[in-house]
């Protein structure tokens, strides 16, 4: 099976949060596409089938709860995780998000290295692009087989 980059859609509006995410998962390998508009997440995502979206929960127009619920309700989308990325904390606000169809729930500001075991966890990293992080020095000739 070739190995490949594993393509992760930011739903982001907050221009820094975009750069931030974008810079920590391109760095571990991962290609992402961004936007901050609720429809354009909808329209990418049916498109290119990202391995997972990151999508924030107070977006400008329609909420990333119903851009979840829209997701999960097209069966080429349905199985795609989505991982909410919010500044709201609060445990009830957690359990609405979980239960709109969300994945997983990360608040913000984000702690990268439990950010990278969220993710990791829907993508592993043996799954990303090998030979990119090989180049990069990730992996080496005794742990890439």
């Known amino acids: 099976m070739a190995d490949y ?6 739903v982001e509006d907050n221009k ?13 390998g991962y290609e992402t596409l961004q936007t901050g508009d609720a429809l354009e997440a909808i329209n990418l995502a049916l498109a290119n089938l990202p391995d997972l979206i990151l999508m924030d929960i107070q977006l400008p127009d329609i ?12 069966e080429r989308s349905r199985g ?6 919010t500044a709201f904390a609060m445990g009830w606000h957690e359990r609405e998000v979980l239960d709109s169809g969300c ?17 990791e966890s829907f993508l592993p990293p043996e799954s990303c692009c ?11 000739s005794h ?3």
Do not use: H, M
């Open 5 to 10: 980059p594993k393509r992760i859609l930011i």
């Open 16 to 28: 820094v949060d975009v750069r931030l995410l974008k810079d920590i998962l391109e760095g571990r």
């Open 63 to 74: 909420s990333g709860l119903e851009v979840t619920r829209r997701l999960r309700g097209d």
């Open 80 to 85: 795609i995780p989505i991982v909410a990325v």
């Open 103 to 119: 994945d997983a729930y990360i608040s913000k500001p984000i702690s990268i290295l439990r950010f990278l075991r969220t993710v």
């Open 130 to 140: 090998r030979e990119g992080l090989r180049q990069q020095g990730v992996f080496t």
């Open 143 to 145: 742990n890439s087989r």
